[in-house]
């Protein structure tokens, strides 16, 4: 059956192609006017991830970075969004085959990449991460991009033969402060250096090990590190012991060896440093043999080994079936301009001129005689139609601007500009004198009409005007001030109204708008501190007066625990290879300094592996595994269950009666809205999902900074909707004050009583019972009714003595 599709902002998906631990990578089209589309690869990370602000600001700076990444050898990123809590990032789809299936398909045949292939294919990933490593702000910083994730999966070769880098998915800028998602190792084990599968802090030397790694693959046909388990795996990488390239290639010769083994030191200062350096040494070895490769003999050779196409079947498929329902022939961007210029052109009289007159071939060569040098610019205001807001005039000359006329050039009816000066203002490009053939006056005057492609680029350059106006008004009207920021010591990140500053570190000076701010910074090791600043207009200020004194943090030595959660709900969690096992969700204790290797199977699944350090362990950790097919499928389809058969259908409808009965438990996703609530269930935290039993009564809390907190019991059914949104409301505020200034005593719906003169309190919106009494005995209760706005305290006092006096 065909995949349905469904809207994702203004990009239509029409088939998964894969479902990673952090993502959901679908197939999708871009549609415009006039029938113009465009196949887009959207990458939207997985609902229960949505739903933790941690993974929402990495999620968010990434796409910040990548957005920016434009080079040959790195797939574009061009777009990042969210709709209704679903967030995502669109990038280019480019047909081909990425390494992986082409070292699959070499295996299988029993053969191993020639050599001068592999090292051009790792020369030109070296080419793309060298840029990316090399990015820097628009204040020149270097925004220490690494990518984390170098592997043949990675790595995508087009139709055309060229190598390109795919999904910078966990990458990011290693100066901002946020910790990777959970302090989760991330990557494939077999492909990361030391330092990453020590959990340690990488940098751009980790990429170069990992490239290390694939060329030694592509080289040999075998992996350095591969282990018969994903621990042995990490031992191997660890110790970094591996038998040289020639001893399982005998046509790899010395200096490729010591190319490879200098990438692959154990220790990155005794590497390359830099991933130019190796693109350079890989380079000089292939030309000095004569082995350059071109981009089609690269493509030739991908041919030969996938005769059934670059594009993989399933993909095409989804794409063609995706075109033809399409009620217009699909278009590309030149199509569909050209249509929509014809369009405009069939609005406006053609003039009956003779096609040899001079004035024929100037209308025709008009368009080309604009791009040519000259500037048609506006001497009229334009309507809203893009036509002048009143008539032209009806002289059958056409209308010049004579203000820069040189009254010494030839006759040819075209104003010329003084050296230097502006072209002339006008509102068609100037046409030649009045021709003697057979183009008459009415002709004339209609040829002197703007034609559909000058209509179309008068209305283009009437907006680029207004636009660029209004950009220049707005920037003009906002005031700037300057902050200097240091630290001790140096190199910290630094954050703005919890906005991190791409690249900055300390000591940096800021350009803020005017106004109160909120200034933090943040460096690994140190406790992050936040400064409340007024930026002032037209002033350099120093950010606390001086320099920040930073504070380190205090070591933990307690050993700390997480959860581990699992969906489907009954697949196997083995902790450090099995010598822990549990069902669908397991408790995990990792030691400082040290790690646990978690893994999860499910026989109609495939087995995922994670290995958590001692930061990973400070948050629940989720499992999401990629199934061959939908797993407890009564629980995700909630009160429908089986509904699919139309009402009448009896068989069908028995048929879901009896799964009914058939099912004790229900999978239900809990969340809170706005996302990122803490929630328990029964006292026990939850980080999402739970395997609840039916008919069972569970005790919920939900709880979020700002918000009240919900306490609710919740009875599981058959007809719970497998998604349950919790309702958050925010705190509303009460301010109780004494006229006299004295201390009273103030309760609360009962509550324990405090004693103040002047006190603010944060309540959830509704009705509240507020009981006050003064050091005279005096007293009287209140029945207040808060609101859901923190910022507009409800005041209660300034009468009250004149309250009980009555």
């Given amino acids: 059956m065909a995949e349905e599709t469904r809207q994702l902002g203004r990009y239509e998906l029409i088939k998964r192609i894969a479902v990673g631990g952090m993502g959901v990578i679908y197939l999708a089209k871009s549609r415009g006017a006039a029938g113009f589309e ?20 990495k999620f968010l700076d990434e796409g910040r970075i990548v957005v920016n990444l434009t080079h040959g050898n790195i797939v574009p990123v061009f777009d990042m969004g969210e709709e209704d809590g679903e967030y995502f990032i669109a990038m280019e789809y480019l047909p081909g085959r990425d390494l992986r299936d082409v070292l699959k398909r070499l295996q299988k045949r029993e053969e191993i990449l020639p050599v001068h292939l592999a090292v051009h294919i790792v020369t030109e990933v070296c080419k793309g991460l060298d840029y990316a490593h090399r990015r820097t702000d628009d204040a020149g910083n270097s925004l220490d991009i690494v990518h ?8 995508l070769i087009s139709r055309d033969g060229e190598v390109k880098v795919i999904d910078f998915g966990i990458a990011r800028a290693t100066s901002r402060a946020a910790k990777t998602v959970s302090g989760r190792i991330q990557g494939k084990i077999c492909y990361m250096s030391p330092e990453q599968a020590s959990g340690q802090s990488v940098d751009a030397r980790s990429d170069i090990f990992s490239a290390g790694v694939v060329l030694y693959e592509m080289l040999t046909g075998k992996r350095p590190f591969q282990g018969e388990s994903d621990l042995q795996s990490l031992d191997l990488v660890r110790k970094c012991n591996f038998q040289t390239p020639s001893e399982l290639n005998p046509e790899i010769p010395p200096e490729l ?17 830099s991933i130019d350096e190796l693109h350079v040494d890989l380079l000089e070895w292939l030309y000095s043999g004569g082995r350059a490769v071109t981009s089609q003999q690269l493509s030739e050779f991908v041919h030969q080994l996938f005769p059934e196409g670059f594009e993989r079947e399933e993909l095409r498929k989804a ?87 040189n009254t010494g050039s030839s006759n040819t009816g075209r104003s010329n500009t003084d050296a230097g000066s502006q072209p002339s203002l006008s509102g068609d490009t100037p046409l030649p004198a009045q021709p003697t053939g057979t183009a008459t006056g009415e002709a004339q005057r209609d040829a002197d009409k703007p034609t559909g492609f000058k209509r179309w680029l008068a209305v283009a350059l009437g907006v680029g005007i207004l636009a660029g106006a209004a950009v220049i008004y707005a920037y003009a009207a ?85 959860w581990v959660t699992v969906r489907p709900t009954d697949a196997l969690i083995k902790i450090d290879n099995g010598e822990k096992s549990a069902q669908g969700k397991a408790k995990i204790t990792v030691e400082p300094d040290k790690q646990v290797l978690v893994e999860a199977s499910h026989p109609n699944c495939q087995t995922a592996t994670r290995v958590v350090n001692y930061e990973g362990a400070a948050q629940p950790i989720t499992f999401e595994l990629e199934c061959t097919e939908p797993q407890i499928a009564q629980a995700d389809a909630g009160p429908d269950v089986g509904s699919k058969a139309s009402a009448d259908n009896t068989e069908q409808a028995a048929e ?9 438990h229900k999978v239900v996703r809990f969340s809170t809205r706005p996302t990122g609530g803490t929630i328990t269930i029964d006292g026990e935290p939850t980080d999402g999902a739970e395997r609840l039993r039916i008919g069972q009564k569970v005790d919920l809390h939900a709880e979020l900074p700002g918000y009240a907190p919900v306490d609710k019991q919740l009875r599981v059914t058959h007809n719970l909707r497998s998604r349950y949104t919790i309702e958050l409301a925010k705190l509303g505020c009460l301010q109780v004050r004494h006229p006299q200034g004295q201390l009273f005593t103030i309760a609360i719906d009962g509550g324990k009583a405090v004693r103040s003169n002047n006190k603010r309190f944060s309540l959830a919106p509704g009705k509240h019972q507020v009981h006050l009494k003064d050091p005279q005995g005096r007293s009287k209760t209140y029945t207040v009714d808060i609101t859901s706005d923190a910022n507009n305290c409800e005041w209660l006092g300034p009468n009250w003595l004149d309250d009980v006096r009555n």
Avoid at 148 to 155: G, K
Avoid at 367 to 387: C, D, F, I
């Fill in 38 to 57: 465009k196949t887009v690869i959207i990458k939207k990370i997985l609902d229960h991830l949505a739903e933790e602000q941690e993974f929402i600001t």
């Fill in 148 to 155: 984390r994730d170098v592997s043949p999966s990675n790595i």
């Fill in 257 to 273: 060896d010591a190319i490879v083994e200098k990438a692959l030191e154990r220790e990155r200062n005794e590497r390359y440093q």
């Fill in 319 to 405: 794409r063609d079936a995706s075109s033809a329902q399409s009620a217009d022939r699909p278009m590309n961007l030149d199509d569909a301009l050209n249509a929509e210029l014809e369009k405009l052109e069939k609005e406006t009289p053609k003039p009956n001129i003779d096609p040899l007159s001079t004035t024929a071939t100037e209308l025709a060569d008009g368009p080309a005689n604009l791009t040519g040098g000259q500037t048609s610019t506006l001497s009229q205001p334009v309507g809203a139609a893009g036509t002048p807001t009143h008539p032209p005039e009806t002289d059958s000359s056409p209308d010049v601007d004579t203000s820069n006329t």
């Fill in 478 to 562: 906002t005031e700037y001030g300057k902050v200097e920021v240091r630290t001790e010591p140096a190199g910290a990140s630094i954050e703005v109204d919890g906005v991190k500053v791409s690249g900055a570190k300390t000591p940096h000076t800021l350009e803020l708008e005017t106004g109160n701010r909120a200034i933090s910074v943040l460096l690994d090791g140190y406790e992050p501190q936040t400064i409340k600043h007024k930026v002032k207009r037209g002033k350099k200020q120093l950010l606390d007066n001086g320099t920040i004194e930073l504070e380190p943090v205090e070591p933990d030595d307690e050993p700390r625990q997480a």
């Fill in 656 to 664: 879901r009666r009896n799964t009914e009965q058939r099912v004790t």
